[in-house]
T-cell receptor
Framework: DAKTTQPNSMESNEEEPVHLPCNHSTISGTDYIHWYRQLPSQGPEYVIHGLTSNVNNRMASLAIAEDRKSSTLILHRATLRDAAVYYCILRDRDSGAGSYQLTFGKGTKLSVIP | ETGVTQTPRHLVMGMTNKKSLKCEQHLGHNAMYWYKQSAKKPLELMFVYNFKEQTENNSVPSRFSPECPNSSHLFLHLHTLQPEDSALYLC?????????FGQGTRLTVV
């Protein structure tokens, strides 16, 4: 799996938008961009994924650069419950037929300030 | 609540003990996984099962022995572990482009 680079940590004020960057300059044409987050003392939780177009769901938005070498996870209004480690993961569309293996990095630890 | 349940949540065992971790999901997923999360290290994939067949073993020592009797249940049998095996063990299941993780078993080997 191609490598991603994320800042080790970020801070945000409560109720403000948060933009979490991810660089993936060696991304291949068949790599999906996935985001997961891990709240303290819990397992990781799916946030969003995309291939080329920007994506929105109830949790977040994913903005993908035109050349796909970077992406940004956008939390529109941070709450204290959003404090977590956020992982940006590339997964080859054609890998692991029938299964869904994820290679986690260190992620970005997001702190939300009341 | 993700629909993936792990038991026990916490486990302390001696190096000569034998114990088992259990994972259960009734989401209809056919793929199940064991991950290990050690302090200060990223999550590491250990085993992958697809339709009850093991499809991946990431060079895991034989003191960890997985078992998948059906698509809803996954076990990790532990024996003669070392203190460095102390970690959070996470089970996951998947269908399509999303994985669902349990809350993990916090294992301490003394």
């Amino acid at each position: 799996d191609a490598k991603t680079t994320q800042p080790n940590s970020m801070e945000s004020n409560e109720e403000e938008p948060v933009h979490l960057p991810c660089n993936h300059s060696t991304i291949s044409g068949t790599d999906y961009i996935h985001w997961y987050r891990q709240l303290p003392s819990q397992g990781p939780e799916y946030v969003i994924h995309g291939l080329t177009s920007n994506v929105n769901n109830r949790m977040a938005s994913l903005a993908i650069a035109e050349d796909r070498k970077s992406s940004t996870l956008i939390l529109h209004r941070a709450t204290l419950r959003d404090a977590a480690v956020y992982y940006c993961i590339l997964r080859d569309r054609d890998s692991g037929a029938g299964s869904y293996q994820l290679t986690f990095g260190k992620g970005t630890k997001l702190s939300v300030i009341p | 609540e993700t629909g993936v349940t792990q038991t026990p949540r916490h486990l302390v065992m001696g190096m000569t003990n034998k114990k088992s971790l259990k994972c259960e999901q009734h989401l209809g997923h056919n793929a199940m996984y064991w991950y290990k999360q050690s302090a200060k290290k990223p999550l590491e994939l250990m085993f992958v099962y697809n339709f009850k067949e093991q499809t991946e073993n990431n060079s895991v020592p034989s003191r960890f022995s997985p078992e998948c009797p059906n698509s809803s249940h996954l076990f990790l049998h532990l024996h003669t572990l070392q203190p460095e095996d102390s970690a959070l063990y996470l089970c996951a299941s998947s269908r399509g482009q999303e994985a669902f993780f349990g809350q993990g078993t916090r294992l301490t080997v003394v």
